[in-house]
């Protein structure tokens, strides 16, 4: 069988841990408690280690995933955890101002792990944000000119879950492809 690591990143409350636990039908470690960060108060829990599963695909293989802290005190933990990482998913909740602006920086962080790390975008809380502005944001995903599927989520829907980790494992594959033939 095969497996591969993907880690899940994104803002406080963009639905990292929903996700992580939506999708795995089994166990799910999770390192939430009782939330004190000043700037997310509105939140009652939220990570403070990661959110760990096995997810087992319909196609026979298994996914490794690691959701992360999304408070920006733990950004130190990202790229120790994107450390031999085949995919990333990178949640925007799109209730946010400023959107694009935060979809750039995560881009920063992810660019230097090169094409080697498959990459999706998925944009939360859309039935909370009427002014949400997909296009803008699809244009802006993108590294090198190469552009990164960004699609909607409801975190809490497991279909969904499950589509946004097929998008990604056509993205791990394509890769591998083009490694494979030159
Ligand atoms: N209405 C709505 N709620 C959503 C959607 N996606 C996720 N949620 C909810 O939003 C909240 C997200 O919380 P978490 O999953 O803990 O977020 P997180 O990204 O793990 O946050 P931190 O661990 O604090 O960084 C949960 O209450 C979800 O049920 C969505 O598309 N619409
Ligand atoms: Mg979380």
């Excluded at 949640?91 to 995560?106: F, I, K, N, Q, T």
């Excluded at 599927?149 to 589509?163: C, F, K, M, N």
């Amino acid at each position: 069988m095969r497996e591969h690591k993907v880690v899940v990143l994104g803002g406080m409350g963009s639905g990292k841990s929903t996700l992580v636990r939506s999708i795995a039908a089994g166990t799910v470690v999770d390192t939430d408690v009782a939330n004190s960060d000043r700037l997310g108060a509105y939140k009652a829990s939220t990570t403070v280690a990661l959110d760990y599963a096995d997810i087992d695909l319909p196609n026979g293989e298994r996914l490794r995933l690691y959701g992360t802290p999304g408070q920006q005190r733990f950004d130190f933990l990202w790229p120790i955890l994107l450390q031999g990482a085949r995919g990333a998913v990178l949640l925007l909740d799109g209730r946010r101002a400023g959107v694009a602006a935060e979809l750039d920086g995560y881009l920063q962080v992810l660019r230097p792990f090169g094409p080697a790390l498959a990459l999706v975008v998925a944009v939360t809380h859309l039935d909370q944000a009427p002014a949400a502005a997909m296009e803008q944001w699809a244009a802006h995903a993108q590294i090198d000119g190469q552009p990164l599927p960004l699609l909607p989520l409801d975190a809490r829907d497991r279909e969904q879950g499950l589509l946004l980790m097929d998008v990604l494992m056509s993205e791990i594959e394509a890769y591998a492809l083009v490694t494979a033939h030159g």
